[in-house]
């Protein structure tokens, strides 16, 4: 198994505080991203990194926020948490191949 | 309508059955894909990649039919272990931007 933690697993906050979920890889690979995954949906891309400070959004970007300081950690922050952020999210990591990704095991949060 | 489309499920079969999902994306200008196997409360994981001519793994195939915009997967003897959901994903080029999940179909397998 590719390594790749997250943390925290699962995370209960409430409405307007401020969540970071932090992704760690010992793969050394270059692309990183955060995924959230929900109930009919699909994954949904919500950030990616294509290296040590440099990032793009995804499709559902908007109410989070990324950094990436350091090969091996990618972080999510939730600015001010909203129930609509309730989900369960992944963090993936890839080489090239972006189609061919690796994931964490993904952080559970509850927004109340 | 969604951009990639699978059924749901559930599908229950037997241990032994073969079963076949079936995925459709609505951009003709796709250009890879792939299946993704999802354990209950785990991550995804890549299953195989599907290629135009077809293409087999063990107990598992893959068949793409682009005039038809479907992807399909087979499972033959399958096993109490493949029980799991399966993802479909299209992507429009090598970029993870323009890779979409589908929502996934969940088989289990019943002794």
């Known amino acids: 198994d590719a390594g790749i933690t997250q943390s925290p697993r699962h995370k209960v906050t409430e409405t307007g505080t401020p969540v970071t979920l932090r992704c760690h890889q010992t793969?050394?690979?270059?692309?990183m991203y955060w995924y959230r995954q929900d109930p009919g949906h699909g994954l949904r891309l919500i950030h990616y990194?294509?290296?040590?400070?440099?990032?793009d959004k995804g499709e559902v970007s908007d109410g989070y926020s990324v950094s990436r300081s350091k090969t091996e950690d990618f972080l999510l922050t939730l600015e001010s948490a909203t129930s609509s952020q309730t989900s369960v999210y992944f963090c993936?990591?890839?080489?090239?191949?972006?189609?061919?990704?690796?994931f964490g095991p993904g952080t559970r949060l509850l927004v109340l | 309508r969604k951009e990639v489309e699978q059924d749901p499920g559930p599908f229950n079969v037997p241990e032994g059955a073969t079963v076949a999902f079936n995925c459709t994306y609505s951009?003709?200008?796709?250009?890879?894909f792939f299946w993704y196997r999802q354990d209950c409360r785990k991550e995804p994981k890549l299953l195989m990649s599907?290629?135009?001519s077809g293409n087999e793994d063990g107990r598992f195939t893959a068949q793409l039919n682009r005039a038809s915009q479907y992807i399909s997967l087979l499972i033959r003897d399958s096993k109490l272990s493949d029980s799991a959901t399966y993802l479909c994903?299209?992507?429009?080029?090598?970029?993870?931007?323009?890779?979409?999940f589908g929502s996934g179909t969940q088989l289990t397998v019943l002794p």
């Open positions: 951009n003709s200008a796709s250009q890879s």
């Open positions: 793969e050394n690979h270059r692309y």
């Open positions: 993936a990591i890839s080489g090239i191949l972006q189609e061919t990704q690796y």
């Open positions: 599907v290629y135009s």
């Open positions: 990194s294509y290296g040590v400070k440099d990032t």
């Open positions: 994903v299209v992507s429009l080029s090598g970029s993870a931007r323009q890779l979409t």
